[in-house]
Protein backbone atom coordinates (compact mmCIF):
# COMPACT_ATOMS: atom_id res chain seq x y z
CA UNK A 1 0.00 0.00 0.00
CA UNK A 2 2.28 2.35 0.67
CA UNK A 3 4.92 1.90 -2.05
CA UNK A 4 2.31 2.35 -3.77
CA UNK A 5 1.65 5.81 -3.56
CA UNK A 6 5.08 6.30 -2.99
CA UNK A 7 5.56 5.20 -6.47
CA UNK A 8 2.42 6.82 -7.63
CA UNK A 9 3.39 10.04 -6.42
CA UNK A 10 7.16 10.04 -8.10
CA UNK A 11 5.46 8.96 -11.04
CA UNK A 12 3.02 11.65 -11.29
CA UNK A 13 6.05 14.08 -10.59
CA UNK A 14 8.54 12.83 -13.53
CA UNK A 15 5.95 14.17 -15.70
CA UNK A 16 5.38 16.73 -14.22
CA UNK A 17 6.59 20.31 -15.08
CA UNK A 18 7.73 23.17 -12.97
CA UNK A 19 6.12 26.05 -13.51
CA UNK A 20 7.06 28.44 -10.79
CA UNK A 21 10.27 27.79 -8.70
CA UNK A 22 10.63 28.22 -5.00
CA UNK A 23 12.73 31.68 -5.72
CA UNK A 24 9.49 33.10 -7.74
CA UNK A 25 6.92 31.58 -4.98
CA UNK A 26 8.93 33.49 -1.81
CA UNK A 27 9.11 36.70 -3.98
CA UNK A 28 5.65 36.66 -4.93
CA UNK A 29 4.37 35.57 -1.14
CA UNK A 30 6.95 38.78 0.47
CA UNK A 31 4.74 41.10 -2.14
CA UNK A 32 1.71 39.99 -0.79
CA UNK A 33 2.86 40.49 2.48
CA UNK A 34 4.06 44.34 1.67
CA UNK A 35 0.20 45.10 -0.05
CA UNK A 36 -1.15 43.87 3.64
CA UNK A 37 1.17 46.22 5.53
CA UNK A 38 0.77 48.81 3.33
CA UNK A 39 -2.64 48.60 4.17
CA UNK A 40 -2.94 47.58 7.95
CA UNK A 41 0.58 48.61 9.66
CA UNK A 42 -0.59 52.54 10.24
CA UNK A 43 0.05 54.43 13.20
CA UNK A 44 -3.67 54.99 12.62
CA UNK A 45 -4.82 52.09 11.48
CA UNK A 46 -6.50 50.84 14.88
CA UNK A 47 -7.85 47.64 13.40
CA UNK A 48 -7.10 44.09 14.49
CA UNK A 49 -8.11 41.70 11.65
CA UNK A 50 -9.14 38.23 11.56
CA UNK A 51 -6.57 36.51 9.42
CA UNK A 52 -8.58 33.10 8.77
CA UNK A 53 -5.86 30.55 6.58
CA UNK A 54 -8.45 28.10 4.55
CA UNK A 55 -7.18 24.53 5.03
CA UNK A 56 -5.69 22.31 4.02
CA UNK A 57 -4.17 23.66 0.92
CA UNK A 58 -3.18 27.07 2.43
CA UNK A 59 -0.95 25.17 5.26
CA UNK A 60 2.26 26.20 3.16
CA UNK A 61 1.67 29.96 2.17
CA UNK A 62 -0.35 30.70 5.75
CA UNK A 63 2.58 29.52 7.27
CA UNK A 64 5.39 31.59 4.93
CA UNK A 65 3.44 35.03 5.00
CA UNK A 66 2.16 34.92 8.37
CA UNK A 67 5.94 35.82 9.84
CA UNK A 68 6.23 38.69 6.63
CA UNK A 69 2.74 40.71 8.55
CA UNK A 70 3.95 43.51 10.86
CA UNK A 71 0.63 44.44 12.38
CA UNK A 72 -1.12 43.12 15.07
CA UNK A 73 -3.88 40.41 13.85
CA UNK A 74 -5.49 37.60 15.29
CA UNK A 75 -5.03 34.42 13.60
CA UNK A 76 -7.65 31.38 12.80
CA UNK A 77 -8.73 28.51 10.60
CA UNK A 78 -10.95 27.12 8.63
CA UNK A 79 -11.69 23.61 6.87
CA UNK A 80 -13.25 23.65 3.80
CA UNK A 81 -12.73 21.02 0.68
CA UNK A 82 -14.42 20.88 -2.62
CA UNK A 83 -11.98 18.04 -4.72
CA UNK A 84 -10.75 15.72 -1.75
CA UNK A 85 -8.36 13.58 -3.54
CA UNK A 86 -9.90 14.49 -7.18
CA UNK A 87 -8.65 16.85 -9.57
CA UNK A 88 -12.07 18.34 -10.38
CA UNK A 89 -14.02 20.13 -7.86
CA UNK A 90 -17.47 19.05 -6.41
CA UNK A 91 -19.41 20.34 -3.35
CA UNK A 92 -18.28 22.42 -1.07
CA UNK A 93 -17.79 20.50 1.89
CA UNK A 94 -17.15 22.16 5.32
CA UNK A 95 -15.04 20.43 8.10
CA UNK A 96 -14.24 23.59 10.26
CA UNK A 97 -16.82 26.13 9.92
CA UNK A 98 -15.90 29.81 11.08
CA UNK A 99 -16.46 30.79 15.22
CA UNK A 100 -18.01 34.14 16.07
CA UNK A 101 -14.63 35.58 16.55
CA UNK A 102 -15.72 36.59 12.74
CA UNK A 103 -18.17 39.10 13.60
CA UNK A 104 -17.68 42.84 13.29
CA UNK A 105 -14.08 41.83 11.67
CA UNK A 106 -12.01 42.72 8.85
CA UNK A 107 -11.14 38.78 8.03
CA UNK A 108 -8.57 38.26 5.87
CA UNK A 109 -9.05 35.12 3.94
CA UNK A 110 -5.87 33.18 3.35
CA UNK A 111 -5.76 30.41 0.56
CA UNK A 112 -3.64 28.45 -1.76
CA UNK A 113 -5.33 28.89 -5.15
CA UNK A 114 -8.56 29.99 -6.98
CA UNK A 115 -9.62 27.95 -9.69
CA UNK A 116 -13.11 28.10 -10.93
CA UNK A 117 -13.49 30.17 -7.48
CA UNK A 118 -16.75 28.14 -5.88
CA UNK A 119 -14.74 27.56 -2.53
CA UNK A 120 -14.18 31.31 -1.63
CA UNK A 121 -16.93 32.81 -3.03
CA UNK A 122 -19.24 30.10 -0.15
CA UNK A 123 -16.55 31.33 2.31
CA UNK A 124 -16.71 34.79 2.03
CA UNK A 125 -20.47 34.76 1.56
CA UNK A 126 -20.17 32.51 4.93
CA UNK A 127 -18.51 35.29 6.69
CA UNK A 128 -20.70 38.16 5.81
CA UNK A 129 -23.75 36.64 6.93
CA UNK A 130 -22.03 35.56 10.15
CA UNK A 131 -21.32 39.55 10.68
CA UNK A 132 -17.92 39.83 9.19
CA UNK A 133 -17.66 43.94 8.22
CA UNK A 134 -15.42 43.21 5.82
CA UNK A 135 -13.88 40.26 3.64
CA UNK A 136 -10.37 40.94 2.10
CA UNK A 137 -9.40 37.15 -0.24
CA UNK A 138 -5.67 37.09 -0.43
CA UNK A 139 -4.55 33.82 -2.69
CA UNK A 140 -1.35 32.96 -3.45
CA UNK A 141 -2.25 31.91 -7.19
CA UNK A 142 -5.11 32.71 -9.27
CA UNK A 143 -6.00 30.06 -12.49
CA UNK A 144 -6.85 31.76 -15.67
CA UNK A 145 -9.39 29.14 -16.56
CA UNK A 146 -11.03 31.49 -19.71
CA UNK A 147 -13.91 32.23 -18.02
CA UNK A 148 -15.84 34.41 -15.20
CA UNK A 149 -15.28 33.45 -11.41
CA UNK A 150 -18.00 33.98 -8.80
CA UNK A 151 -15.56 35.95 -6.69
CA UNK A 152 -12.24 37.97 -7.32
CA UNK A 153 -9.51 37.85 -5.00
CA UNK A 154 -8.28 41.26 -3.44
CA UNK A 155 -4.62 40.45 -3.09
CA UNK A 156 -2.84 37.64 -5.42
CA UNK A 157 0.67 35.71 -5.72
CA UNK A 158 1.10 34.92 -9.54
CA UNK A 159 -1.77 34.23 -11.72
CA UNK A 160 -0.88 30.47 -13.22
CA UNK A 161 -2.23 28.93 -17.10
CA UNK A 162 -5.12 26.58 -17.06
CA UNK A 163 -3.73 23.93 -15.35
CA UNK A 164 -3.57 21.57 -12.75
CA UNK A 165 -0.49 22.08 -10.52
CA UNK A 166 0.53 20.75 -7.06
CA UNK A 167 3.25 22.50 -4.44
CA UNK A 168 3.37 24.61 -1.82
CA UNK A 169 0.66 23.08 0.01
CA UNK A 170 -1.85 22.02 -3.47
CA UNK A 171 -2.12 18.69 -3.79
CA UNK A 172 -3.45 16.12 -6.82
CA UNK A 173 -4.29 12.62 -5.10
CA UNK A 174 -2.60 13.78 -1.75
CA UNK A 175 0.77 13.95 -3.29
CA UNK A 176 2.95 16.98 -2.85
CA UNK A 177 1.91 19.36 -1.13
CA UNK A 178 5.72 19.57 0.12
CA UNK A 179 7.23 21.05 -2.94
CA UNK A 180 8.58 24.36 -2.27
CA UNK A 181 7.62 25.66 -5.91
CA UNK A 182 4.93 24.91 -8.63
CA UNK A 183 4.79 21.66 -10.69
CA UNK A 184 2.12 21.53 -13.47
CA UNK A 185 0.62 17.76 -13.80
CA UNK A 186 0.66 16.39 -17.42
CA UNK A 187 -2.91 16.09 -18.66
CA UNK A 188 -2.56 12.64 -19.35
CA UNK A 189 -1.75 11.93 -15.86
CA UNK A 190 -4.79 13.28 -14.16
CA UNK A 191 -7.81 11.13 -13.85
CA UNK A 192 -10.56 13.36 -15.40
O1 LIG B 1 -11.70 27.77 -6.66
P1 LIG B 1 -12.09 26.35 -6.47
O2 LIG B 1 -12.31 25.63 -7.78
O3 LIG B 1 -13.25 26.18 -5.54
O4 LIG B 1 -10.84 25.60 -5.85
C1 LIG B 1 -10.02 26.17 -4.87
C2 LIG B 1 -9.98 25.33 -3.62
O5 LIG B 1 -9.54 24.02 -3.93
C3 LIG B 1 -8.53 23.63 -3.03
O6 LIG B 1 -9.08 23.02 -1.91
P2 LIG B 1 -9.46 21.48 -1.89
O7 LIG B 1 -10.92 21.30 -2.03
O8 LIG B 1 -8.59 20.72 -2.86
O9 LIG B 1 -9.08 21.04 -0.43
P3 LIG B 1 -7.60 21.13 0.21
O10 LIG B 1 -7.42 22.56 0.60
O11 LIG B 1 -7.66 20.25 1.40
O12 LIG B 1 -6.61 20.68 -0.81
C4 LIG B 1 -7.86 24.93 -2.65
O13 LIG B 1 -7.21 24.83 -1.40
C5 LIG B 1 -8.98 25.91 -2.64
O14 LIG B 1 -9.57 26.05 -1.36
O1 LIG C 1 -4.83 23.05 -9.72
C1 LIG C 1 -5.09 22.66 -8.55
N1 LIG C 1 -4.21 21.91 -7.85
C2 LIG C 1 -4.43 21.47 -6.59
N2 LIG C 1 -5.54 21.74 -5.94
C3 LIG C 1 -6.48 22.49 -6.57
N3 LIG C 1 -7.67 22.90 -6.12
C4 LIG C 1 -8.22 23.62 -7.11
N4 LIG C 1 -7.40 23.67 -8.18
C5 LIG C 1 -6.28 22.97 -7.86
Redesign the pocket.
Known sequence: MQDFHHNRARDLLKNAEEIFDQEAVQTAVARMAGELNARFDHPENQEFPLVLG?????VVFTGNLLPQLTFPLEFDYIH????GDEDK?GAVVWKVIPRSNVVGRTVIVL??????????AHVKQRLLDMGAAEVILAVFCDKAIGKAKPVTADIIGITIPNRFVVGYGM?AYGYWRNLPGLWAIRTEDLNS
Open positions: VMGGAVSRYGDDILDEGETLD
